[in-house]
């Protein structure tokens, strides 16, 4: 196979001519030569000669090596601010693991909507599997378990939460909870406090909802409602808490009970 | 020839379709100019600051089909200032004065306003058909004027585009008098759509062919799409997510097996990997498939998938798919002829498929023709096989995700791997090329690459040398663009008639001067030398030995374009 070539250098460039000859030789014995995909190249045989024809060898790779040299401290600096971490030269050493590299803008080439589908899409692959919970209810033999990811927010929960029990939750009030019914729904959260549903925003609510559990009666009564003056009450929140959060619930409750003697009032509750 | 009268030489014209045979018929003598001049009907403008609208008017007056090209093809990849220009606002007001009975309309990196649309909706009572390839500049509710005045619609398709989304009705907006749809894709959609009217709209819809849901448009739904029409030959599904209870996931299987004519397959927006084998079913019929929006379908699902689809030619994918999946695509795709391998990560820069996967391609795909290919690594063997194993590609893209890596064994550059390439197939028309290149390549390229219509290039080339043997050597380089080379004026002004007889040029991070554009633009005045000088990097009494960082260049017989923005200065 002939190797023919259309490029022709103007006659002012007889360097050109040379690369030419030296191209076409390397690429024929790259293509014909047998080169298979495990062997290695013999890159000493196909080296770049530039220089005019006849000129010494070491000379020659002596200005090649030295033209690369000069270019490639140049390039860097230019592209310092803008790729660093880039690997250097060929002469590292191989098999190193790359640095972690800086962002280079624009690279690699994918379309920023193509970017912005990857990432998030991730994410979303991750959580798309559902996210099931318990749900009990006091008194019930047996509990269920529903997917949250289903529902776009809490109107849609509730609803089907009183669907799956067959009862009426009613209507959420930041201050006084699910007030008119005697149901009230609890979630344990992931500090294992038990808390009512509704009081953070859905998507809070979601990554920190670890079960559901449905007051009845008394109880249910008792969390959100506004007797915090009444002690039964105050200790019986108290006691729901845990840990720091006992304290925590224990010192708020103390501030309107001023009266007692919180020494009285820490041996109850403890 | 002039004995024939001008309506036998039209309707001869009429079998000339393409562009550039068009192009040819109207070089040929003065009739035949004005002839095919007045019955041309779809007219391609590959940059629209090439010429005005009115001219295009002008010299068609039988317009009814535009395809008009806005942004430099690097403002994909966000190089461009959003707000460069591009805007096709002028290009609608004229057809609109001008009475043009414009019936399709296809835009690609252009700013459309909803403005823009209302003006589309209103002023062509025969417009047919709306392609948006990337753009952006409009929201649902010009999606919304569209859908309510366009009463033949055909074909709505918005391909990757950034609409912001008023979450409204424009689904509902198409009249129930419109039963023309053919062809309906809103899978870059972010919001949710009316699924009751989205139904209606399939069942009145019998020529619907083309249809691609976006990600809010639920697994049942679906179903009952696909029930009422069985006849889709392309499909883009939505959301795959919740595993369905039995019923659902039988009725789907059921619909899917009712639609035999589905030949290309996409989307899988959100996905549950379980339910994929109701797809099993298709895949022996496609011919097209893209799953390069689906990261969460594992790479064994892929494969599975693949191992059924084996009349496929053209294939797009995530690097999830590995080195051992493509093995298995090259097993059983004999008849590909078009692969996209994306990386899955492009943000840590990982890619997950290497040299071995590409040379296992072309091993088992001898009809290979285009490649779009993203790795972690290459050599030149490696490219040397392939080059040996496919000379009939027409595009090679090639990505290492680090942009400057050179042969992962031997340590050299890849000018051999890429010389290779470009020797071996002589109808390449288009090539990107990545990992350390020196001078070398473009040697090659120079010598070797006379159908080179397009060249990217990165992070590349030692001296002007490089740049020198391209311009000197490519014919029919149309669209060179360069980033981060260390070519300079010398390079730049080598060959100045050049660049008249290419679309563009681009070159940001190199070393040309605000002197050598400036010297550029003054000998070459239909040339719009343009610098885009976003970050305020120069300022107005710069020196002309400043370095420039982006400069856009491109023929024109317009002249300088009105719409610049104030970073944007042609010289």
């Known amino acids: ?270 | 020839m002039n004995y024939f009268p001008d309506e036998v030489l039209e309707h001869i014209f009429d079998f000339v379709t393409s562009q550039r045979d068009r192009n040819s018929v109207s070089q040929v003598c003065k009739p035949w100019y004005k002839i095919e001049s007045s019955c041309r009907q779809k007219v391609f403008v590959g940059n629209c600051y090439a010429i005005s609208p009115e001219r295009v008017i002008e010299r068609f007056p039988g317009l009814k089909s535009i395809f008009l090209k806005g942004k430099p093809h690097f403002a994909d990849f966000n190089l461009v200032p959003h707000d460069w220009g591009g805007f096709v606002y002028p290009w609608i007001e004229a057809f609109a004065r001008n009475n043009v009975g414009l019936e399709e309309l296809k835009l690609k990196r252009m700013i459309i306003s909803d403005e823009c649309l209302e003006l589309i909706s209103r002023s062509f009572p025969n417009f047919k058909s709306l392609v948006l390839v990337s753009c952006e500049g409009f929201t649902t509710d010009g999606l919304a004027a569209i859908a309510s005045n366009c009463r033949f619609l055909r074909e709505l398709d918005l391909q990757e585009n950034d609409v912001e989304d008023h979450r409204g009705h424009w689904l509902s907006c198409i009249p129930d008098t419109c039963t023309s749809l053919v062809s309906l894709n809103f899978a870059c959609l972010k919001g949710d759509v009316n699924l009751a009217a989205l139904e209606r709209l399939v069942a009145r819809s019998p020529n619907l062919r083309s249809l691609r849901l976006n990600h809010a448009v639920p697994l049942d739904i679906l179903q009952k799409i696909l029930m009422r029409a069985p006849h889709l030959v392309d499909l883009g599904v939505g959301s795959y997510v919740h595993d369905p209870d039995s019923e659902t996931y039988n009725k789907l299987v059921t619909a899917i097996r009712r639609c035999k004519s589905v030949k290309s397959l996409s989307g899988f927006l959100d996905v549950a990997p379980h339910c994929l084998s109701a797809f099993h079913l298709i895949c022996p019929r496609l011919t097209s498939l893209n799953l390069s929006y689906a990261p969460g379908i594992h790479g064994t699902e892929l494969v599975k998938l693949i191992r059924h689809c084996r009349k496929l030619q053209r294939l797009w994918i995530l690097d999830c798919i590995g080195d051992e999946g493509l093995e298995v695509v090259a097993s059983t795709c004999k008849d590909l002829q078009e692969i996209r391998v994306f990386p899955s990560d492009p943000f840590v820069g990982n890619a997950a498929v290497t040299e071995v996967g590409l040379v296992a391609l072309s091993r088992g795909c001898p009809k290979l023709q285009s490649i779009l290919y993203f790795c972690q690594q290459m050599t030149n063997a490696a490219l040397i096989t392939v080059a040996k194993n496919c000379p009939n590609f027409t595009r090679f893209r090639l990505c290492i995700l680090d942009p400057t890596k050179p042969d992962a064994v031997t340590n050299q550059p890849l000018d051999e791997g890429f010389g290779a390439i470009v020797h071996s197939c002589k109808g390449l028309r288009r090539l990107s090329m990545s990992g350390q290149l020196t001078d070398q390549v473009f040697l090659y390229i120079g010598m070797y690459a006379e159908q080179l219509e397009m060249l990217s290039i990165a992070f590349a080339g030692d001296t002007d040398k490089g740049m020198q043997y391209l311009l000197n050597g490519c014919k029919k380089l149309r669209k060179l663009e360069i980033r981060d080379c260390p070519f300079g004026n010398a390079a730049l002004l080598m060959d100045v008639g050049k660049y008249e007889t290419m679309r563009s040029l681009w070159m940001s991070s190199c070393e040309i001067t605000l002197g050598g554009c400036k010297s550029l633009a003054k000998k070459m005045p239909r040339l719009n030398v343009e610098i885009i000088n976003d970050n305020d990097q120069m300022e107005v009494s710069a020196d002309d030995r400043q370095k420039v960082e982006k400069m856009y260049l491109y023929r024109t017989l317009a002249g300088q374009r009105k719409d610049a923005p104030e970073f944007v200065w042609t010289l």
């Open chain 1, 1 to 270: 196979m002939a190797i023919t070539c259309p490029y022709r250098p103007s006659h002012a460039d007889p360097i050109a001519h040379v690369e030419i000859s030296v191209c076409e030789q390397r690429l024929l014995e790259n293509m014909e030569g047998g080169v298979a995909y495990e062997n290695d190249l013999n890159l000493k045989a196909t080296e770049l000669r530039l220089g005019l024809p006849g000129t010494d060898c070491t000379k020659e790779e002596q200005a090649v090596s030295g033209a690369r040299n000069n270019k490639r401290p140049l390039k860097e600096t230019s592209e310092e601010c803008r790729a660093k971490g880039k690997s250097d030269a060929p002469h590292d050493d191989q098999g190193t693991a790359t640095a972690p590299k800086a962002q280079i803008v624009g690279w690699p080439p994918i379309r920023s909507y193509r970017k912005n589908n990857l990432q998030p899409k991730k994410a979303e692959a991750e959580a798309a599997a559902g996210m099931y919970v318990k749900v009990s209810m006091d008194g019930a033999p047996y509990l269920r378990k529903i997917d949250l990811k289903v529902y776009n927010g809490y109107p849609e929960l509730l609803k089907a939460l009183e669907n799956m029990f067959k009862l009426t939750i009613g209507e959420y009030s930041e201050r006084e909870g699910y007030k008119g019914s005697e149901y009230a729904p609890t979630y344990e959260d992931k500090d294992g406090d038990l808390m009512l549903v509704g009081d953070v925003p859905w998507d809070m609510f979601l990554s920190s909802c670890k079960k559901l559990r449905i007051m009845k009666g008394s109880e249910a009564r008792g969390l959100g409602c506004g007797c915090e003056t009444d002690l039964d009450f105050l200790m019986q929140h108290v006691s729901t808490c845990s840990g720091i959060n006992r304290f925590i619930a224990y010192e708020k409750y103390v501030t309107f009970q001023s009266d007692l003697d919180v020494q009285e009032m820490s041996s109850m509750i403890f």
